[in-house]
């Protein structure tokens, strides 16, 4: 079974232009989240979607795959099942672009249960919440998962909601943005309308539960530190550091 790994990446962030490209610890961003996704034992092939020649150039320049896609894609899922189309992969994995300090070994947590169990379609990670204002930050996405670690709901608002005052507080967890697809699923998935949870919440992978697919969500000890706008490059190197 052919495990590939796919990097969406693309060069006109809105709120940081060429983000890829950005330096941390004098290597681009791009080259760090490639290098850690490729020191993952279950993955046969890590691949860069991109519709840019810099960061084409870029990732060749680091002896990387590269697949040049259409400039056209409304989300990184879209840009991966065109990357995808005419290559051996039966379980694709979406690695996001800019999350740097993503471990290996939570790569392959999410990756088990697909290879473990041919019913699931579709897999990914969630991680306790420690800190207080995470669960008061919509762009902080919360999980509730069954107790076979299926989703039952994806948020950006706290879930599950506490009632009654003096309660023990649940255990919260956050949502890591990794998914594993199985072959058909992805592009079963990228042919499905839109759905009115997921147009609310703004989330994709709402549009999976709303058409009834069962999603799996792998607790992991990592802690997303991502890079969103440039000042979180200096955090990100105080981390590696």
């Known amino acids: 079974m052919n495990v590939v790994a796919v990097i969406p990446a693309r060069y006109g962030s809105t709120r940081f232009p060429g983000k890829p490209l950005a330096a941390i610890c004098g290597k681009p961003m791009i080259q760090h989240v490639y290098e850690n996704a490729a020191a993952c034992g279950l993955l046969d092939r890590v691949v860069v979607a991109t519709d840019n020649?810099?960061?084409?150039?870029?990732?060749?320049?680091?002896?990387?795959?590269?697949?040049?896609?259409a400039s056209t894609h409304e989300t990184g899922t879209d840009r991966i099942a065109e990357a995808v189309q005419n290559m051996e992969a039966d379980i694709i994995v979406n690695v996001q672009g800019d999350e740097p300090l993503l471990p290996p070994d939570a790569v392959s947590e999410a990756?088990?249960?697909?290879?473990?169990?041919?019913?699931?379609?579709?897999?990914?990670?969630?991680?306790?919440?420690?800190?207080?204002?995470?669960?008061?930050?919509?762009n902080?996405?919360?999980?509730?998962?069954?107790?076979?670690?299926?989703?039952?709901?994806?948020?950006?608002?706290?879930?599950?909601?506490?009632?009654?005052?003096g309660e023990q507080s649940p255990q919260y967890y956050r949502h890591i943005g990794l998914y594993v697809y199985r072959r058909?699923?992805?592009?079963?998935?990228?042919?499905?309308?839109?759905?009115?949870?997921?147009?609310?919440?703004?989330?994709?992978?709402?549009?999976?539960?709303?058409?009834?697919?069962?999603?799996?969500?792998?607790e992991t000890d990592y802690y997303p530190l991502g890079v969103d706008v440039p000042e979180d490059i200096g955090r990100v190197e105080q981390m590696m550091r």
């Open 53 to 69: 020649p810099e960061i084409a150039d870029c990732v060749a320049s680091f002896g990387g795959g590269v697949c040049m896609t």
């Open 111 to 138: 990756v088990g249960p697909l290879l473990n169990d041919a019913s699931i379609p579709l897999g990914t990670l969630k991680t306790a919440i420690t800190d207080r204002e995470d669960l008061d930050n919509p």
């Open 140 to 165: 902080v996405v919360k999980v509730v998962t069954d107790a076979r670690g299926f989703a039952l709901y994806f948020s950006r608002a706290t879930i599950p909601f506490c009632r009654e005052a």
């Open 184 to 218: 058909d699923f992805l592009f079963a998935f990228t042919e499905l309308p839109r759905s009115p949870l997921e147009k609310a919440e703004s989330l994709e992978q709402l549009r999976a539960l709303d058409h009834g697919y069962a999603v799996k969500v792998v």
